[in-house]
């Protein structure tokens, strides 16, 4: 069975500083990976996605992520963090054949210190 | 244009009772999407609907139900409530199967008393 790891519940950082939060997944073959964010009270927005090539994939609000093949990771970066970014952060796996079926990591909430 | 619609937004039902709860996609979207939210089990898979057809379904009882209409909104019915069925329940449209790319809804929070 599939399954998403984000091993951080809680990450705090300051404005301005860099960010990185992980996502491990474990999934037979390569599936479509994203990364959605959901600020409290609302639904999830999709920040990016990855289906197949070029492993760095650039998304919107200024965030990347990276998947790695070897390491079964696909972490998300965010080079500069703006205050706004503050929310919880789900990772998420969908096998190829079922994109729409999306099996959710428990989430990363980002605390941004001013 | 206009986003994901669900209604009600919020409702408190008791033990027992069922619940209806609706969905509007974004204009143009076929598929629609249904997630469990809870604290303690995160963000669960429903079901996903495409052209009136129900084409993938989660590990969840019998008991919660859906269906799709020839507009693409979307209902689904929850039967015989459970206090453990109290959750955000959130809807997601998407263009076509299998984008992954899913628009969500702001959710529909049940309470069950």
């Known amino acids: 069975a599939q399954s998403v790891t984000q091993p951080d519940i809680h990450i705090t950082v300051s404005e301005g500083a860099s960010l990185e939060l992980r996502c491990n997944y474990s999934?037979?073959?390569?599936?479509?990976l994203f990364w959605y964010v959901q600020s409290p009270g609302q639904g999830l927005q999709l920040l990016l996605k990855?289906?197949?090539?070029?492993?760095l994939v650039q998304g919107i609000k200024g965030f990347e992520a990276e998947f790695k093949r070897s390491q079964s990771s696909f972490n998300l970066r965010k080079p500069s963090v703006h205050w706004s970014d503050a929310a919880e952060y789900f990772c998420a796996v969908a096998p190829t054949e079922y994109g729409n079926k999306l099996v959710f990591g428990a989430g990363t909430i980002l605390r941004v210190k001013s | 244009k206009a986003g994901v619609t669900q209604t009600p937004r919020y409702l408190i039902k008791t033990r027992g009772q069922q619940v209806t709860l609706s969905c509007s996609p974004i204009s143009g979207h076929r598929s629609v999407s249904w997630y469990q939210q809870t604290p303690g089990q995160g963000l669960q898979f429903l079901f996903e609907y495409f052209s009136e057809t129900q084409r993938n379904k989660g590990n969840f009882p019998g008991r919660f139900s859906g269906r799709q209409f020839s507009n693409s909104r979307s209902e689904m019915n929850v039967s015989t409530l459970e206090l453990g069925d109290s959750a955000l329940y959130l809807c997601a449209s998407s263009r076509q199967e299998n984008t992954g790319e899913l628009f969500f809804g702001e959710g529909s929070r049940l309470t069950v008393l």
């Open positions: 990855y289906f197949s090539g070029d492993t």
């Open positions: 999934y037979g073959a390569t599936p479509y």
